[in-house]
T-cell receptor
């Protein structure tokens, strides 16, 4: 079945450091890929998405590129801020599954001032 | 506020009691999803509706769980004879199907946190 694997956390960085959170997926078809973010005490928010191979999703300085050949969708940001501290979830959704979303386990990011 | 709303936000109950949660999706959205999230894990799919039809149920949804969407608008999730293992955050999401790409973003509600004592 479909699945998402993302790097374990927590990830601790200093402000202005470069961020990469790795994500790989397994899917039977051609899924859409997402990164969701959950800030402390808040609900899930869509951060960015990509619907086909080689698409790049971007938002708030975060980027991720849909790599079909490596089945990956790694999240990157050039310079993190303390306000980026949150849990990040990689996810996929596929037409054949009624577009239900399959999530990774999440990666907690701590950014120190 | 036109987002997805859930009620209650928190529920504490004793083992063996029944609980019911409500989700109000974004008004024009025809798809509604329920997920469960336990501490330190990503949300897990439970079930989804297209309009009033329940089209898929996860094997996580035991016979103690039942979900309805009677008029294709709000939905309820009931858990009978709660167990401590049911303690989790229950998330609702909605989306609009039929877009040209076939794919539409899911919008999540704030969740209902259930604690079973």
């Amino acid at each position: 079945g479909n699945s998402v694997t993302q790097m374990e956390g927590p990830v601790t960085l200093s402000e202005e450091a470069f961020l990469t959170i790795n994500c790989t997926y397994t899917a039977t078809g051609y899924p859409s890929l997402f990164w969701y973010v959950q800030y402390p005490g808040e609900g899930l928010q869509l951060l960015l998405k990509a619907t086909k191979a080689d698409d790049k999703g971007s938002n708030k300085g975060f980027e991720a590129t849909y790599r079909k050949e490596t089945t990956s969708f790694h999240l990157e940001k050039g310079s993190v801020q303390v306000s980026d501290s949150a849990v990040y979830f990689c996810a996929l959704s596929e037409r054949g599954g009624g577009f239900k979303t399959i999530f990774g386990a999440g990666t907690r990011l701590f950014v120190k001032a | 506020d036109t987002g997805v709303s859930q009620d209650p936000r928190h529920k504490i109950t004793k083992r063996g009691q029944n609980v019911t949660f409500r989700c109000d999706p974004i008004s024009e959205h025809n798809r509604l999803y329920w997920y469960r999230q336990t501490l330190g894990q990503g949300p897990e799919f439970l079930t989804y509706f297209q309009n009033e039809a329940q089209l898929e149920k996860s094997r996580l949804l035991s016979d103690r769980f039942s979900a309805e969407r009677p008029k294709g608008s709000f939905s309820t999730l009931e858990i009978q004879r709660t167990e401590q293992g049911d303690s989790a955050m229950y998330l609702c999401a909605s989306s609009l199907s039929g877009r040209p790409s076939g794919m539409s973003e899911q919008f999540f509600g704030p969740g209902t946190r259930l604690t079973v004592l």
